[in-house]
């Protein structure tokens, strides 16, 4: 997933919003930070990290501005995430106190060993972790420009990671489809919840192939880095017409 450029929330986003519990993560995907808050609040630290940096000492520096300090001279950015929203500000401070308590004694629980839990489903009301750039795109809806006569292959996939690595291996298959029809497509996209999360160019010189799964096909391919295809495609709802069962569909349906 490429960086964030967002600085502030827009005024629609902003109404849903309501109060919420957001974590700060290194570029690996460490929590480093929880907070609760409302409007901008989870844009502060970093406002808060710019006033302070022109400061003598890094002694002067709180340890979670000392955190971001660290992340912005490696060249990186700090990574923003939004756990649940619309709460009350009781609520709010309810689900961040159990959230600090929870990290807090990480170790002592042995979260750094759980990959994943053992539940079918999810809590009451969950909406899922959101980066800021997908809570956008729920409230703000700018929707993906497709070129004309551009063939997109769209495949809903669940999503446990925001890795675009672990997003490749999810959407790369293993899938029920017409391989020579999937082998004309210009971009492959991930897509959950109605907006793209990831976008993948096939290696049309392997094309789709059979998997170890009998009638299911997965692919090989890359990662698109152009700025150019991402600005349009990627973090964009992309709407579907036809055949929502169906995990996978040919955007305007091209043949």
Not at 75 to 81: A, D, E, F, I
Not at 114 to 119: A, G, K, M, Q, T
Not at 162 to 177: A, E, F, P, Q, S
Request: hydrophobic content about 35%; charged content about 25%.
């Amino acid at each position: 997933m490429l960086e964030s450029k967002l600085k502030s929330f827009k005024k629609n986003t902003l109404e849903h919003l309501g109060y919420y519990v957001y974590a700060l993560m290194d570029p690996d995907g460490s929590i480093f930070y929880i907070g609760k808050g409302k409007g901008n609040r989870i844009f502060s630290h970093i406002k808060e990290f710019q006033k302070a940096k022109n400061l003598s000492s890094d002694d002067a520096l709180s340890k979670k501005l000392q955190h971001i300090k660290d992340i912005v001279d490696s060249g990186k950015q700090v990574k923003h995430y939004i756990i649940r929203h619309g709460l009350t500000n009781e609520h709010a401070l309810i689900v961040e106190s159990v959230l600090i308590d929870l990290f807090r004694q990480q170790k002592e629980l042995k979260l750094n060993n759980v990959e994943s839990l053992d539940n079918k489903i999810s809590g009451f009301q969950s909406q899922g972790i959101h980066s800021i750039d997908e809570i956008n795109i729920m409230y703000e809806k700018p929707e993906a420009q497709i070129l004309p006569n551009e063939k997109i292959l769209a495949i809903n996939i669940s999503l446990d990671s925001h890795d675009i690595k672990k997003i490749y291996n999810r959407v790369r298959g293993t899938w029920v489809l017409d391989p020579n029809r999937a082998n004309k497509a210009d971009y492959i996209v991930a897509c959950h919840n109605g907006f793209i999360i990831g976008v993948f160019k096939l290696n049309k010189k392997k094309g789709w192939y059979l998997s170890k799964d009998p009638g299911r096909y997965c692919f090989d391919g890359e990662i698109v880095i152009d700025e150019i295809v991402n600005n349009r495609l990627l973090h964009r709802s992309l709407n579907r017409t036809q055949g929502s069962q169906n995990p996978i569909w040919y955007v305007n349906n091209w043949k």
